[in-house]
């Protein structure tokens, strides 16, 4: 068993169930943060080609610590093993969310998924397209269809 890849694993498979809640929950979870200005800010970049794609007044900002704490203990209860550990060294719940590498702004993370995607969608043709595509290619060469 080794303790350093485990805890690497969980923090990724973590970070994913992290974003998949903040989406599924955005509108709730702004208006309680927003309601109670727990939002901390986070020290991020917002690429250039980024910027056209959101808000230009975007703040990066993410949830409080005892909020994310609260949400990832859930959502991964192995978890609560490695925070207890880290407790150990220190009871400061910021530090506890650096590392487990959530200290990002994670609606700043799904616009930056979405963009890609959407980057990528442009790149590829339709599969009609390539249907179509395909289609000539077979008729340049003499094949039927």
């Not at 599924?24 to 702004?30: A, D, L, M, Q």
């Not at 007044?57 to 990832?72: A, C, E, K, L, Y």
């Not at 959502?75 to 400061?92: H, K, N, R, Y």
């Not at 506890?96 to 043709?125: G, H, V, Y």
Request: glycine share 2%.
């Amino acid at each position: 068993m080794n303790i350093t890849k485990d805890f690497t694993d969980l923090k990724k498979e973590l970070k994913e169930k992290w974003l998949v809640y903040c989406e599924r929950n955005e509108t709730w979870i702004f208006n309680l943060m927003d309601s109670h200005r727990l939002w901390v800010k986070t020290q991020e970049n917002i690429e250039e080609d980024l910027k056209s794609f959101i808000d230009a007044n975007w703040q990066t900002s993410r949830p409080n610590s005892d909020f994310m704490i609260g949400v990832v203990s859930i959502l991964s209860p192995q978890i609560c093993e490695f925070i207890e550990v880290i407790m150990t060294a220190t009871t400061d719940r910021t530090s506890i969310i650096k590392s487990l590498d959530l200290d990002f702004d994670p609606f700043l993370e799904i616009e930056r998924r979405k963009f890609s995607q959407n980057q990528q969608a442009t790149l590829i043709p339709a599969s009609s397209e390539l249907d179509d595509i395909r289609e000539q290619i077979k008729q340049n060469s003499g094949e039927t269809t």
